[in-house]
């Protein structure tokens, strides 16, 4: 009775925060009513109340509003509610229109369907096993499976057609969602395991290519939905009355599981992981206090409960392995730290080297890191912090509302990994080698910035590092890196415009066109593909649509090699002014004078855009020229324009 008044009470909290246009204080009541309940009369209470202010949940900062489409062979109206909840709790605002029901072909292939017409920012493919692999079942069912092979071949063949042919005229991110694997076949249980064609076996082949598929295609990504339906149990996923009388694909008390499941899948294709992960020490990392119980008191290793914290460990050394940085930010004394390391070392998977850097002091969480992001020049938003205190939780949510914050349990040891790995901070469909080597390249950095403390001159220091820019087309760079940086560059970002990988090829394949990132080596290790610049001709002008640089690399004379770069392909194919744009943001101050610094004119106002600073630059007279110590590399024997699409 206690909790029905409270839920009552969040509704009317609720309707007030909508009826005031509140958006911040809505979300907030949304996520006080789902953490109570997740009944579909309250999820459908808190989406209408959402779309009621869906202009000003877009203005928010943190939310990106998105047009959607739903193409599908199913039912989807039950669950429409959910998604629009869950996308708003994930910092989306769907605009989503649903297709119609079983025209996916026509949608996906129509060049004047109502999806094509709609031009979508997210395209959501959503098929049952009927419309995927409709034969499948049968050709299983004898146990032999002569021609299972075949048929996945050509329904994977088929798909790959159908989503290829919508993405050779439509540059909007696609999801593509795969087949489940029923819970009970003619085979039975025996059957399934132990016959190599049977049904599961099949499908999770079928499933596996159609993966492959997905990333063979820019800008698409594959839903696993039956991993998803395995987690909370393929015999409740689907109520067989409800598919069989309406094609509704999910049980009802699922649909929030489904929808938030769906909703984390397409955001690795707007949204870059976070990068640093910072771990509490005492009862998170390891179990008990090591300033009060020592380090042979602390529990870790191979028995319980020490076992809960060493996997907890080995999930963060998997973390790191693809290139999330680990760092200590613990209330402690530094040296029974080093102690606890050096002298329980058998028992723990992580060493200190292991850490891109510890901040291990007495002083506030949320100071640490700060100075942590500006060490590593990274926003706060690439953070992520888990700790088992409440307050020191609570702390950093609001002096640091820029970092996500994971609460530990103390009590629960043995939830950690799970608690981790339920996380979206650090999903990527795809990771690259840039990605695996980010820790060594930040250990040095470390070493640079040791070099630059005793060197008497910048010139001096510079020329020191032996610093080798090596230019590419962003089509073999591979182009996934291209589009990483674009989605997640913030600081030295002229424009901060986030194109798809389509996008990239079409300034690649464009007559005239450049798409070149930039990859970075010097003596203390190779950067990797670091920056990158999207520009064009128009008649006798070079316009530069995006010019970005990581911040791992910004004041070593990158940027003014890659501006170098671009201004000499332009001259080479014919242009006589290069055009630059700058549009401010909140983050890339940083480069605010980049242009007027490197020689260019700012053009009047009348010329640019809503909150766009547009310059010029005569070539004839004054082009850029790389700075002395960079060491270039690629610059006339890579081409950047429709030889290199071509080439690819």
Same mark, same amino acid.
């Given at each position: ?146 021609? @299972? ?29 795969? #087949? ?39 800008? #698409? ?209 795809? @990771? ?118 990581? #911040? ?97």
């Amino acid at each position: 009775m206690q909790g029905d008044t409270r839920r009552q009470e969040l509704r009317k909290a609720l309707r007030e925060a909508s009826s005031k246009q509140d958006a911040a204080a809505a979300i907030q009541h949304v996520r006080n009513i789902l953490t109570l309940s997740d009944k579909p009369s309250d999820v459908m209470f808190c989406a209408s109340a959402l779309s009621g202010i869906s202009n000003q949940l877009a203005a928010q900062p943190q939310l990106k509003r998105l047009k959607a489409f739903l193409v599908r062979s199913v039912t989807v109206e039950p669950i429409l509610p959910f998604i629009t909840v869950e996308s708003v709790l994930s910092n989306y605002v769907l605009d989503l229109q649903v297709g119609g029901y079983g025209s996916y072909a026509d949608e996906l292939m129509n060049p004047q369907s109502s999806l094509a017409t709609s031009k979508p920012d997210l395209v959501m493919v959503l098929l049952d096993l009927e419309e995927i692999a409709g034969r499948l079942p049968d050709l299983c069912a004898d146990g032999k499976g002569a021609h @299972v092979e075949q048929e996945i071949e050509e329904c994977v063949a088929r798909i790959g057609q159908l989503l290829k042919s919508f993405r050779s005229t439509n540059s909007a991110r696609l999801l593509f969602q795969g #087949c489940i694997i029923p819970d009970r076949t003619s085979l039975g249980d025996v059957g399934d395991a132990n016959l190599p064609h049977s049904l599961p076996n099949a499908l999770q082949k079928l499933n596996q290519r159609l993966a492959a598929t997905c990333r063979s295609i820019p800008d #698409c990504v594959f839903f696993d939905v039956d991993r998803l339906a395995a987690r909370h149990g393929r015999a409740r996923w689907r109520d067989s009355r409800m598919f069989l009388a309406s094609r509704l694909p999910v049980s009802s008390d699922l649909f929030s599981s489904y929808s938030r499941g769906l909703v984390r899948a397409f955001s690795t294709l707007f949204r870059a992981p976070r990068k640093v992960l910072c771990t509490d020490l005492d009862n998170t990392l390891w179990g008990g206090i090591v300033g009060e119980d020592g380090a042979d008191g602390i529990a870790t290793g191979s028995a319980f409960p020490g076992n809960c914290y060493l996997e907890y460990q080995r999930y963060l050394k998997q973390l790191s392995s693809r290139g999330i940085l680990l760092a200590i930010v613990s209330k402690n004394n530094p040296a029974d730290v080093h102690e606890a390391f050096q002298a329980r070392a058998a028992d723990l998977a992580l060493t200190l080297d292991d850490f891109v850097a510890t901040k291990i002091s007495w002083g506030e969480k949320a100071d640490a890191i700060r100075e942590l992001a500006n060490e590593l020049s990274l926003g706060l938003d690439s953070f992520v912090f888990i700790d088992d205190n409440p307050v020191e939780c609570e702390a950093i949510r609001q002096n640091l509302p820029e970092v996500a914050v994971i609460q530990a349990t103390a009590e629960e040891p043995w939830k950690l990994v799970d608690l981790m790995s339920e996380q979206p901070f650090f999903d990527a469909a795809v @990771v690259t080698e840039d990605d695996a080597n980010r820790l060594s390249e930040y250990k040095a950095q470390a070493q640079r910035a040791e070099l630059a403390a005793h060197a008497t001159n910048r010139d001096e220091f510079l020329a020191s590092l032996g610093i080798v820019s090596t230019f590419q087309s962003a089509l073999q760079a591979p182009l996934s890196r291209a589009v990483q940086l674009l989605a997640k560059t913030n600081q030295f970002n002229l424009t901060t415009r986030r194109h798809s990988a389509t996008e990239v090829e079409n300034f690649a394949s464009a007559p005239g066109g450049q798409a070149v990132v930039v990859r970075v080596r010097d003596r203390f290790g190779d950067a990797g593909v670091v920056g990158l610049a999207l520009a064009i001709n128009q008649g006798d002008s070079c316009y530069i649509d995006s010019l970005l640089l990581s #911040c791992r690399v910004i004041g070593r004379g990158i940027e003014t090699a890659l501006l170098a770069h671009i201004a000499e392909h332009a001259i080479r194919t014919g242009a006589k002014t290069l055009i630059g744009e700058f549009i401010a943001t909140k983050k890339n101050s940083l480069c605010a004078d980049f242009y007027s610094e490197n020689g260019f004119t700012q053009l009047p106002s009348d010329n640019a855009g809503p909150g766009s600073v547009l310059y010029q630059l005569d070539l004839t007279t004054s082009p850029p020229s790389s700075p002395k110590w960079i060491t270039l590399e690629g610059i006339q024997s890579n081409e950047l324009a429709t030889s290199a699409l071509l080439s690819s």
